[in-house]
């Protein structure tokens, strides 16, 4: 990436941070399939987490490259309740991000719990702003298909980053997703 480019995309960051930094807010619309689809990509947490998981599940490559994700789309469709929602999203961004810069490597059983419980506040988080039943469904695999995407990018960004030899990119991604906890922490 030449250094203007970065410097754009740095810039547009800074910008748009302040407004899109909570997907787990209600915001205002609500329709189903579509919302649920668009509600992800509309949060900086969500978005951060969420690539966070894929370019941690690339970095551990193997079993863990599939299985990771799966495991969090599986529990996050649960809907299972626990407290503290805000913060342990505000959490999932801050911890994802420093295990994908320091490129911490678990045994799938750990780093699959590890993902099984933040997906358990992001999925009781969106659950809750699901709009009224009648369209929860549709909104639902609308989300669960934007996570996967998500995850799916964050993969794909982590293995070809890892066949170009630039590794430190991915650490240095994982580095920004933190620094959005810290940011999310403070705001
Ligand atoms: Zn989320």
Do not use: N
Request: hydrophobic share 55%; proline share 4%.
């Amino acid at each position: 990436m030449s250094q203007s480019t970065l410097m754009r995309w740095s810039v547009m960051f800074g910008l748009l941070l302040p407004s899109f930094a909570y997907a787990h807010v209600g915001i205002g619309e609500h329709g189903g399939f579509l919302h649920g689809l668009m509600h992800p990509a509309s949060g900086l947490d969500h978005v951060c987490a969420m690539l966070a998981v894929g370019l941690w599940a690339a970095q551990m490559g193997g079993r863990s490259m599939w299985a990771v994700p799966l495991t969090f789309v599986g529990v996050m469709a649960l809907g299972i309740g626990l407290p503290f929602v805000e913060q342990g999203i505000v959490l999932s961004v801050l911890l994802l991000g420093v295990l994908v810069a320091a490129s911490v490597r678990l045994p799938l059983w750990l780093s699959g719990s590890v993902v099984g419980l933040f997906a358990l506040w992001h999925g009781h988080a969106h659950g809750a702003e699901m709009p009224e039943p009648a369209s929860g469904m549709a909104y639902a695999l609308g989300f669960m298909l934007a996570t996967a995407s998500l995850h799916a990018a964050g993969i794909a960004f982590g293995l070809g980053m890892q066949r170009l030899s630039h590794k430190r990119l991915v650490h240095a991604a994982g580095a920004g997703i933190a620094l959005c906890g810290v940011y999310l922490a403070v705001a």
